[in-house]
C-alpha cells in the first residue's frame, strides 16, 4: 500500500476545525486540574492519559481488529507511541503543578511544533527550512523568558525557590517532546494504511494501560471525595478522550506539523483560563514570554511550508 494512501486530501478544513475544538479542550486540563488540590499530578496525569486512552481503546477495538495485522507489523512504530503517550501526561501535569497553568501550558504545547519538526527531520528525513528556524528562535526565546522572568505570583501554589519554576519548565520541554513523538507515530501508521481510529487506539489504548500502575500507586485521592472523582472523570472523558478522537480525525486529513501548529492556540486558552479563574499573573517579561511562544503560531502556519519540499539525502 502507498506510504501515504491513509492521508485523505480532502476534509483539511474539517480537520483543521477538529484540531482548533480539541486545543480548546485541551486548555481546560490545568485549570480543572487546580479544583482538586490534593490530587498530585501524576495522578491527573495518569487519569486523564490513562482512562482516556483506554476508552479510545475500546471506541476502536472494530477497527483495531480490521487493521490488527497492519499494526503487529508496525508494532515497533505502535510502541514508541505508546510510550510517549505514557511519558507525555507525567511530564506535562508536573511541569503545571512546578510552574503553574500558564507557563506549564505554554512550555509544553508551544515547544511541540518545534520538536514536531525535528521528529519528522530525524525520522521522516524532511528539511527544515529558515522558516522553522525564525520560529524556533522565537518559541525559545519565549520559553527562555518564562523560565528565568516569567514568575510575579502564584496563586494556587507558593514556589520556595527558582528551582522549581526552571524544573518545570525542563518537565515542559520533555512534554512538549513527547507529545510531538506520539503525534508523529500515530500519524506514521495512518500513512501505512491504518486508519485513524486503530492508530489511535492502539497508540492510546497501550499508553493507557502503562499507565495504570502508576494510577494504582497515586490515585487514592481521586476516590476521597467526588469533587475529586468529577475532576478525574472530566479529565479522562472531555478534553482526553474526547479531545484525542477529534485530533486523530484531524492527522487523516492534515500533516504532525500543521496539527502541532494550530494547537498552539491551546496555551492561548489555558493563560486566560488561568488568569481568569485561577488567578495566576505573569510578569511583564513573562507576558512577552509567552507572547513569543504564540508567534510561533503566526510564523510556523505562514503560506510558505515549514520544511522545503527538498529531501535530505
Not at 194 to 208: N, P, Q, W
Not at 260 to 271: H, N, R
Not at 272 to 285: H, K
Request: charged fraction near 10%.
Amino acid at each position: 500500500m502507498s506510504d501515504t494512501s491513509a492521508i485523505r486530501t480532502d476534509g483539511a478544513g474539517l480537520g483543521i476545525l477538529c484540531v482548533l475544538i480539541a486545543s480548546f479542550l485541551w486548555g481546560t486540563t490545568g485549570t480543572v486540574a487546580t479544583f482538586a488540590p490534593e490530587v498530585g499530578p501524576l495522578a491527573i496525569g495518569a487519569v486523564a492519559m490513562g482512562l482516556g486512552g483506554i476508552l479510545q481503546a475500546l471506541l476502536a477495538l472494530r477497527a483495531l481488529k480490521r487493521d490488527g495485522t497492519m499494526l503487529r507489523q508496525y508494532w515497533p512504530v505502535v510502541l514508541f507511541g505508546a510510550l510517549s503517550v505514557a511519558a507525555y501526561p507525567l511530564a506535562f501535569y508536573s511541569s503545571m503543578y512546578l510552574a503553574g497553568v500558564t507557563v506549564g501550558t505554554v512550555v509544553t504545547i508551544g515547544s511541540a511544533p518545534l520538536f514536531s519538526a525535528l521528529t519528522e527531520w530525524v525520522f521522516d528525513r524532511k528539511t527544515l527550512s529558515k522558516q522553522w528556524l525564525a520560529g524556533s528562535v522565537a518559541g525559545l526565546a519565549g520559553i527562555v523568558l518564562l523560565c528565568f522572568f516569567g514568575e510575579e505570583q502564584k496563586a494556587a501554589q507558593v514556589v520556595s525557590s527558582s528551582w522549581e519554576v526552571t524544573a518545570g519548565v525542563v518537565l515542559g520541554l520533555i512534554g512538549g517532546l513527547t507529545y510531538a513523538l506520539y503525534t508523529w507515530a500515530a500519524h506514521r501508521l495512518m500513512r501505512k494504511g491504518i486508519s485513524s481510529k486503530a492508530a489511535m487506539g492502539a497508540i492510546f489504548g497501550i499508553g493507557g494501560i502503562l499507565l495504570m500502575p502508576v494510577l494504582l500507586a497515586t490515585g487514592g485521592a481521586l476516590l476521597s471525595s467526588w469533587n475529586n472523582a468529577l475532576v478525574g472523570a472530566y479529565m479522562a472523558v472531555i478534553p482526553m478522550f474526547t479531545g484525542y478522537v477529534l485530533f486523530g480525525y484531524a492527522l487523516a486529513r492534515i500533516s504532525v506539523s500543521t496539527a502541532t501548529t494550530i494547537t498552539l492556540i491551546e496555551p492561548v486558552i489555558a493563560a486566560l483560563l488561568a488568569v481568569v479563574i485561577v488567578g495566576e499573573t505573569l510578569s511583564a517579561l513573562g507576558w512577552l514570554g509567552a507572547v513569543l511562544v504564540i508567534s510561533c503560531l503566526v510564523i510556523l502556519s505562514a503560506p510558505q511550508n515549514t520544511f522545503s519540499r527538498k529531501q535530505r539525502r
